[in-house]
């Protein structure tokens, strides 16, 4: 087996060391960002004078024609080559010669380019990620703003709870995928540092201009530390971190979606396109792609597992346990990424039915709070008004009775009995208590379901995602530029 770096070497790796040290089926995912990165660093080792005019065209004439048989199909690369570094520099070398070809990596290690060329595609993978996420926040809101008047039932402990809307309930989740937008973006730019310019671990001889090749691929700061640059992976478990707390907000909200869509609840019926069947029972319509976005989120877990074992044990400085993080964290983004797309394709397309919603509310002792709120409004104590109500329910429970046949004696009864108190109720106390939407209407904090609070909150939340929205673009046109920087350097020595 012919190699660039065996040199040293007296034997090579037979076909199975060979198969499993190679890591070129996870670069393949690099392959153009890794020619980006050669391009740049060569550009700046000859504006440095340290790479000759001509020996920079051919080299960069050569990696273009390396990038254009890759977008035609044509390369075949297989595990003889250590990685995709490897093989590109052996491409150029077959093209060019050892003397000229040769002078490629000057300067570079592959830990430095490894790490550039991971950066580059994570930033591309997390800004994609960052884009569904506010897609999702704008299906969320849009419904939410229909729904801000649609009474429903909330649990805790499984049990009834309180009265809500299910515009409120699209608005739990607004909130938490803005903040799964922040974690991104706050995370993306703790990636966007430029390890380049490192070298193995202690740097390089050469006078590398570092700022130079960040300006041509789109990084804003240098990873400084050239031991840090090359041996951290911390970003990597971030970017795993962040993306799980995304998966597992979703998760959530997915369960909800799946139990939503019984027969025993029948708020939403997810749209055929996101549903399967059985192969059994003939009348199944199984929400199972909600259920796999709750399924996959596992897997993405598992990334950060992964990620984080790994470099647990590792001593300071690049060992090829590395080259394994990739792997996990291509996952990462993968599952993420058609995650978060299916969970806003399934929510965009489900049928809402409000009557269903409103007819668990019926009958329903999800108001019980709010009375021994209006007892507590006059004479009692919020604990008098508890027990009261307490006692009134049960006394309701026992007799067949609901709030909505609520009487003014009913309490009065039981204020005396726990309490010695006369108390002064109000004959319209049963409305109060059992109407869906004056009890919404009796809310006063803020960020509770009153209608209007969650108006203004859907509001408020999309002026925010439109802010993010640009802000992200911003970070999309700063990669573009960059690309422009990269294709105007190069075509001033390849027109
Ligand atoms: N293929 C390796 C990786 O993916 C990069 C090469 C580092 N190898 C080395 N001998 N320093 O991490």
């Not at 037979?14 to 153009?32: I, Y």
């Not at 740049?40 to 504006?47: G, Q």
């Not at 990038?67 to 990685?83: C, F, P, R, S, V």
């Not at 590792?314 to 996952?331: E, N």
Request: net charge negative.
């Amino acid at each position: 087996m012919s190699s660039l770096f065996r040199t040293r070497l007296a034997k090579g790796f037979d076909d199975r060391t060979a198969r499993f040290h190679t890591s070129v089926v996870e670069d393949l995912r690099m392959f153009e960002y890794d020619i980006d990165g050669t391009m740049a660093h060569d550009i700046m080792l000859h504006e440095q004078g340290i790479m000759e005019k001509e020996d920079l065209v051919k080299i960069l004439g050569a990696l273009q024609e390396i990038k254009e048989e890759w977008q035609a199909g044509k390369l075949q690369i297989g595990a003889e080559n250590e990685d995709i570094h490897e093989y590109i520099e052996t491409k150029v070398i077959e093209k060019i010669g050892i003397e000229v070809g040769g002078k490629m990596h000057a300067g570079r290690s592959r830990n430095d380019q490894v790490m550039v060329d991971m950066k580059m595609v994570s930033k591309v993978e997390l800004q994609e990620i960052a884009v569904n996420v506010l897609n999702l926040v704008k299906t969320l809101g849009e419904i939410a703003d229909k729904h801000t008047e649609t009474p429903m039932v909330y649990y805790t402990h499984g049990q009834q709870a309180q009265i809500g809307t299910f515009g409120h309930y699209l608005c739990a989740y607004t909130d938490q995928y803005l903040r799964d937008y922040q974690r991104i973006k706050q995370c993306y730019d703790r990636v966007n540092y430029n390890p380049l310019g490192s070298a193995a671990i202690a740097g390089t001889n050469f006078r590398v201009n570092r700022l130079r090749t960040s300006e041509l691929l789109g990084f804003d700061y240098i990873a400084e530390n050239s031991m840090d640059a090359t041996s951290s992976r911390d970003w990597a478990m971030e970017i795993a971190s962040v993306l799980s707390i995304l998966m597992a907000n979703m998760s959530r909200m997915a369960t909800d979606l799946v139990m939503w869509a019984g027969k025993e609840y029948q708020y939403v019926t997810i749209s055929d396109e996101y549903s399967s069947s059985s192969s059994i029972m003939p009348q199944k319509i199984n929400p199972s792609t909600l259920e796999l976005v709750r399924g996959k989120t596992a897997e993405v877990y598992g990334t950060l597992q992964e990620l984080m074992t790994m470099v647990k044990g590792l001593p300071t400085g690049y060992y090829q346990d590395l080259q394994q993080t990739k792997i996990a964290l291509w996952r990462a983004f993968d599952t993420t990424k058609t995650a978060t797309e299916i969970l806003n394709g399934a929510v965009s397309t489900m049928t809402i039915n409000e009557d269903k919603m409103l007819d668990q509310t019926k009958g329903s002792f999800i108001y019980a709070v709010q009375l021994a709120e209006v007892l507590a409004e006059e004479t009692l104590s919020f604990r008098e008004a508890y027990k009261v109500t307490a006692g009134v329910v049960a006394n309701l429970v026992e007799d067949g009775r609901t709030l909505e046949d609520l009487t003014a004696e009913d309490v009065q009864k039981v204020a005396k009995e726990l309490f010695g108190k006369d108390i002064n109720v109000s004959s319209g106390i049963a409305d109060k208590v059992s109407n869906p939407i004056k009890a919404l209407n009796n809310l006063r904090s803020p960020g509770s379901p009153h209608p209007a609070e969650t108006a203004m909150a859907v509001e408020n939340r999309m002026e925010l995602r439109e802010r993010y929205w640009k802000e992200l673009d911003f970070l999309k046109i700063k990669l573009v530029i960059a690309a422009d920087n990269l294709k105007n350097a190069i075509a001033k020595y390849t027109a």
